[in-house]
């Protein structure tokens, strides 16, 4: 259930608020960084913004150059973990929920196996004798890959 779109952080919305306070555009705060390519790294600091990972190198020059008050940031970094806490949170309870539904269906379908499976076979086999044991379903036309007794095949006229 994870989302492609992404959000800007309160860190980032944070910085953002800093650099257009001092009235600088993305491009300009890289010149003022340093930085070798400033188009570059201009473009890196407004995808910043807009949600986009940075590198620890370009955030602690984006640090140093605004100088955020120390509370200030802390606090947005403590806003940031209780965000992506709740993100996991709500991911693990859809995918709980998907599973749980699997697995209720598993356990409402009859597959009869015997009892001395795992002691016949190897682990890694059993997947594969439980797909040959397996009933075909109503109406899927799946053959269950056993061989027929010679009394059923005489019976079908085999």
């Known amino acids: 259930m994870s989302s492609t779109v992404r959000r800007s952080t309160h860190l980032s919305r944070h910085l953002q608020l ?3 306070q001092r009235g600088l555009r993305p491009g300009q705060l890289a010149v003022a960084l340093g930085a070798s390519n400033p188009s570059k790294v201009g473009s890196l600091i407004r995808s910043f913004e807009l949600g986009e990972p940075l590198s620890d190198h ?6 140093a150059e605004l100088q ?3 509370d200030d940031l ?3 970094l403590a806003l940031d973990q209780a965000d992506a806490q709740r993100q996991l949170e709500q ?3 859809a995918w ?5 539904n699997r697995l209720s269906l598993i356990s409402l379908s009859d597959i009869p ?3 001395d499976v795992c ?3 190897p682990k890694h086999s059993a997947p594969r004798v439980l797909q040959k044991r397996r009933k075909p379903g109503p109406g899927n036309g799946q053959k269950t890959g056993l061989p027929m007794s010679s009394d059923a095949a005489h019976a079908r006229g085999s």
């Open 113 to 115: 196996l015997e009892r």
């Open 74 to 76: 802390c606090h947005c």
């Open 96 to 100: 709980e929920a998907g599973l749980m």
């Open 91 to 93: 991911e693990r309870q």
């Open 119 to 121: 002691e016949r076979y």
């Open 58 to 63: 370009w955030l602690q020059a984006l640090i």
């Open 68 to 70: 955020p008050d120390p």
């Open 18 to 20: 800093l650099r257009e």
